[in-house]
C-alpha cells in the first residue's frame, strides 16, 4: 500500500536576500512564468495551421506584504532605486514543513525593487498596519532540495 502524502502548509516560509535572512512576511504572491508562442506558417505548406514555438520567457513582479515593524531594512533599497542606484539581488524564499526542514525553494535572480506600499491608517480601525513591496527580477527557479 502506498504511503499517503499530504502537502505542505503555505504559511510556513521564510525569505532570504543575498544569503542573509530577512524579516518575516505574512505574504508572498506572484510565483509566474510565461513562455511566449511564436506562430509560423509558410505560404505553401500544406496544412492549415501554423507551427508553434517557444519564444520569450516573461516573470510576474513578486510582491512581499508585511506588517509595519521597527525594521526598516527594505526602503532604503528602495529609496536607492528610485534615485537611480539600481542594486540587483538574490531572493529565496524557503519553504518548510511541520519539524522545520526546507521542503522547497524558489530563487529570484537579479531582483530590484519596482513598488513600495505603505498601509492604510484608519483612526477607526483594528487590523495590522501592512506594507508591501514588489520587485521585478530576470529569473524565477525552483531549487532542488
Known amino acids: 500500500m502506498a504511503l499517503e502524502q499530504y502537502p505542505y502548509k503555505n504559511y510556513r516560509f521564510k525569505v532570504e536576500i543575498d544569503g542573509v535572512m530577512v524579516a518575516g512576511f505574512n505574504e508572498v504572491t506572484g510565483f509566474d512564468a510565461t513562455i511566449d508562442v511564436i506562430e509560423y506558417r509558410e505560404g505553401d505548406a500544406a496544412v492549415n495551421t501554423p507551427r508553434k514555438q517557444p519564444g520569450l520567457v516573461k516573470y510576474s513582479n513578486i510582491t512581499f506584504k508585511r506588517g509595519v515593524i521597527d525594521e526598516n531594512e527594505f526602503y532604503p533599497w528602495v529609496e536607492e532605486t528610485f534615485t537611480g ?36 491608517l484608519n483612526g477607526l480601525g483594528a487590523e495590522v498596519a501592512i506594507e508591501s513591496i514588489e520587485f521585478a527580477h530576470e529569473g524565477l527557479s525552483r531549487l532542488a532540495v
Open 85 to 120: 542606484n539600481l542594486t540587483r539581488k538574490t531572493i529565496v524564499i524557503n519553504l518548510y514543513d511541520d519539524s522545520d526542514a526546507i521542503v522547497a525553494s524558489w530563487q529570484l535572480i537579479n531582483a530590484w525593487p519596482t513598488k513600495y506600499t505603505g498601509p492604510d
